[in-house]
């Protein structure tokens, strides 16, 4: 389809705004990491890389990243195991309450998190007596499951089961089955369902605050902690910057994986 | 000898009768047609000689062998699927080689193998593409060539030319047999297109309701066919009942006689005459249908070549007088 100029020139700028809307206040982030002012003041009074060398340092950053990854993974894991063997019974197999189980399954994502975790809180603190680490993961599987969940299950649906019928069909059995055909017809699916859990759990902050044990803090809950201490918040600023780089890098590769599949 | 016997094979899902116990021997290196309406339960009876399903009783031979309960990957036999079943993640040739992979051959052997087999079905140069980098015809031959290359003792086809064009698809039938011909395999076929089963066929089983009406050579399937259903299914039924039966032909029953059997405006003796009025005319091209309303009170379907008569004199033909006569021998009783 052929534009004319002015609709282009309309159409750019229109584009021009809205990523404009979406990056400047990132990278006024990134700039201010580096800004000797603490008030973060416009324009920049000077270049420091002191805010950065002292977050790097910071023993309570150091340890919310490292609980947050943690988490993250672990609930990350948990999901990707749980959530493709949900979607693999209810998409491959019929039983009684399989519509019911399903919705069961999708529900925990659109409850308000502060319903989970007011709920989760009242079970752990009644029945295991205290918040820990795992009580967090626990809390954050939850929904990652979902995620998971929904991705498999949207790929086994549109995979139908001719495929596996195929691979059956010419001699291979159900373990060879699932290697060759099922799981990498799955991949892209359980990648795309384990970065989005990732992700959810990364930031998650409602039902974390709920099922933290004391001194258990993630990293959304320590910023949200030192954000308003004059004193912190450069560091706070360094992190977010920080973020804001690191988080590029599993986006360009899930960009790259796919559109390496598109190429062959 | 018999490849495969069928015994007594009946299915249910749910409360519907798929299959209602279907008795079939099918005889090494045929070619034969499950034929039937959706619904009727060729499909299920394939897909339980494959192994896809379970049947509720009865049992399947092949070989001799009892395989009604082996799974899928124990059973000499393969299956061309209706949508193709492709595997999307592997080129041509690695689809080709998939059952001999499994089965664990040798690279070299294997490589050989695919290779022929694609050449096989005419599709050489093309090892390296992807299946969504071919056309519908040429997935269909690829799929053909990945289930023939295992040599399997029966091939099945699930309605294996649904999908493709009229022009493609009458090629392909053409190529099919050829293949079956060359190899050697028992063929089955199935398919809701009558005269797909007519062309490729050395023996129909027709289904209706899970049963078999009728099991015979295409011809006879066709010229003769046993019941109501089968005459109705397969090619266009004159059906004569009641008083227009003893009118016409002097008995009671249900007769039927094909479209192409009946001459219009002749009469003669030693054959039945029956007037009436042309109340449908369609042009087909090389030919043209009539639906004539007889007076002895039924519709009957005459087709006639179009060998000097053009377009427009036929249609001029529509609600005119017309006299319909057809050879004695060319009529059926149906039971």
């Known amino acids: ?264 | 000898m018999a490849i495969i016997e069928i015994q007594n094979l009946a299915k249910s899902f749910g409360s519907v009768k798929a299959v209602d116990g279907v008795d079939l021997d099918i005889q090494a290196g045929e070619f034969l047609t499950l034929l039937g309406p959706s619904g009727s339960g060729k499909t299920t009876v394939l897909r339980m000689i494959a192994g896809f399903e379970t049947p509720d009783s009865g049992s399947i031979k092949l070989n001799g062998t009892d395989i009604t309960y082996l799974p899928p990957y124990e059973r000499d036999v393969n299956t061309v699927f209706q949508d193709y079943a492709l595997f999307p993640h592997m080129d041509v040739l690695s689809n080709i080689e998939y059952g001999l992979k499994v089965k664990k051959f040798e690279k070299a052997e294997r490589r050989e193998k695919a290779l022929k087999a694609l050449e096989q079905v005419r599709l050489a140069g093309y090892e390296n593409r992807k299946p969504n980098q071919l056309s519908g015809g040429q997935r269909q031959r690829v799929a053909l060539a990945r289930a023939l290359v295992n040599r399997p003792s029966v091939l099945l086809l699930d309605e294996p030319l649904g999908a493709l064009d009229l022009k493609l698809r009458q090629q392909m039938q053409i190529e099919l047999k050829e293949l079956q011909r060359e190899v050697g395999i028992t063929f089955i076929f199935v398919t809701h297109d009558q005269e797909e089963a007519l062309t490729m066929s050395d023996r129909i089983a027709v289904f209706d309701k899970g049963k078999i009406q009728q099991l015979d050579k295409p011809a006879a399937i066709y010229e003769s066919p046993k019941n109501e259903f089968v005459a109705g299914f397969v090619g266009i039924s004159n059906l004569i009942s009641g008083a227009a039966a003893q009118k016409l032909i002097g008995k009671a029953g249900t007769f039927t006689v094909r479209p192409e059997k009946i001459r219009l405006g002749m009469t003669g003796s030693d054959v039945r005459n029956a007037e009436g009025l042309i109340k449908e005319v369609e042009y087909l091209g090389p030919s043209t249908r009539f639906l004539v309303q007889l007076d002895a009170g039924v519709e009957l379907m005459a087709l006639r070549q179009n060998s000097s008569e053009s377009a427009f004199e036929v249609e001029a033909m529509r609600n005119t007088r017309t006299t319909l006569s057809w050879e004695i021998a060319s009529e059926y009783q149906l039971v």
């Open chain 1, 1 to 264: 389809m052929k534009l004319s100029t002015p609709a282009k020139l309309f159409l750019w700028t229109v584009m021009g705004f809205g990523l404009a809307f979406i990056y400047v206040p990132l990278i006024l982030v990134v700039i201010n990491s580096f800004n000797t002012n603490t008030s973060f003041a416009w324009p920049p009074t000077g270049f420091t890389t002191s805010w950065w060398s002292k977050a790097a340092v910071n023993e309570g950053v150091r340890e919310a990243i490292g609980r947050s990854l943690f988490v993250a993974t672990i609930a990350t894991l948990i999901a990707l195991v749980l959530g493709s063997l949900a979607a693999a019974a209810i998409a491959r197999y019929k039983f009684f309450g399989r519509d019911a189980i399903s919705l069961l399954f999708v529900l925990p994502i659109a409850l308000p998190g502060i319903v989970t975790g007011i709920a989760l809180n009242n079970v752990f603190t009644n029945f295991l007596g205290e918040l820990t680490i795992f009580t967090i993961i626990v809390g954050h599987a939850t929904f990652c499951i979902v995620v998971v969940f929904n991705n498999v299950a949207a790929r086994y649906r549109r995979m139908g089961s001719t495929l596996e019928e195929a691979s059956m069909d010419l001699g291979a059995n159900r373990v060879t089955t699932f290697r060759l055909v099922t799981f990498p017809l799955l991949r892209n699916a359980l990648i795309a369902g384990g970065l989005l859990a990732f992700g959810l759990s990364f930031d998650e902050i409602i039902v974390t605050t709920f099922t933290a044990g004391a001194g258990q803090n993630t990293l959304p809950i320590w910023i949200f902690q030192n954000l308003f201490r004059p004193n912190q918040a450069p560091i706070v600023n360094v992190v977010a910057a920080a973020l804001v780089i690191i988080s590029i890098v599993p986006i360009y590769l899930s960009q790259r994986l796919t559109q390496e599949k598109s190429d062959k």
